[in-house]
């Protein structure tokens, strides 16, 4: 399905929202610095991951730790006392926990006792990958009824996909995620997931169109009412 040029405007100006991001060392890890940790800034792409931004936020703050001191395995992030979920995106997240909106939004990174209790603990680039994949492939088939263009692609582009998204370039991302697309009257269901500032998770089935053949979405407003 090709985009109109207006569409295809908004669908860049919605890949290009980033939120302003200031990361300072959690305070009780700070304690033992050889010098005063100095916060990193970062413009994070909203639909990219605070995972993948981990080794640049590693090598920043690795600086002020004496050799040793540390586990630099993995790193994560929390805002206040809550632990950010890594393998929600970064508008997300945002949107979630910051209801005043404050720019840059400032959050602490950690790397030590990671809470495994209260998040997926995860070590590779590799998880947060599938993780994504197996999301893109959940709400293909909620559109279509069918995974036949998703396992169809080949190697190369499904590398697209995530590198695209990796390292923000639109044009490598959209350029395979076309392939994906369906014509609007082929919509089975709507794939969305809301997340409330409650942290509740709505994932009912939202018809793309009602019994008329109209496209429907007012469902998704009355969940939550």
């Not at 990361?23 to 995972?51: F, V």
Request: a negative charge; hydrophobic letters at 35%.
């Amino acid at each position: 399905m090709q985009a109109s040029v207006r569409d295809e405007h908004i669908q860049r100006e919605i890949w290009n929202g980033a939120v302003p991001i200031e990361i300072n060392l959690a305070k009780n890890e700070s304690l033992g610095c050889k010098s005063t940790p100095e916060a990193y800034y970062l413009l994070a792409q909203r639909n990219g991951y605070l995972a993948l931004l981990s080794d640049e936020i590693k090598q920043h703050f690795l600086q002020f730790f004496n050799e040793g001191d540390i586990d630099d395995d993995i790193v994560w992030f929390s805002y206040g006392d809550a632990p950010l979920k890594w393998h929600f995106p970064t508008g997300v997240l945002f949107d979630m926990f910051d209801r005043q909106q404050d720019i840059p939004w400032k959050i602490e990174a950690h790397f030590k006792n990671f809470p495994s209790d209260q998040i997926i603990d995860y070590s590779l680039t590799e998880a947060l990958k599938s993780h994504y994949m197996n999301n893109l492939k959940e709400a293909n088939y909620l559109k279509g009824g069918a995974n036949s263009k998703i396992n169809l692609l080949s190697k190369e582009e499904q590398n697209n996909l995530w590198d695209g998204l990796k390292e923000s370039n639109y044009d490598k991302f959209w350029g395979t995620h076309q392939i994906l697309s369906l014509e609007t009257k082929d919509l089975r269901y709507v794939p969305i997931r809301i997340l409330t500032h409650d942290k509740k998770i709505i994932q009912d089935p939202i018809y793309a169109y009602n019994g008329q053949g109209k496209l429907f979405f007012k469902n998704i407003f009355l969940h939550l009412n």
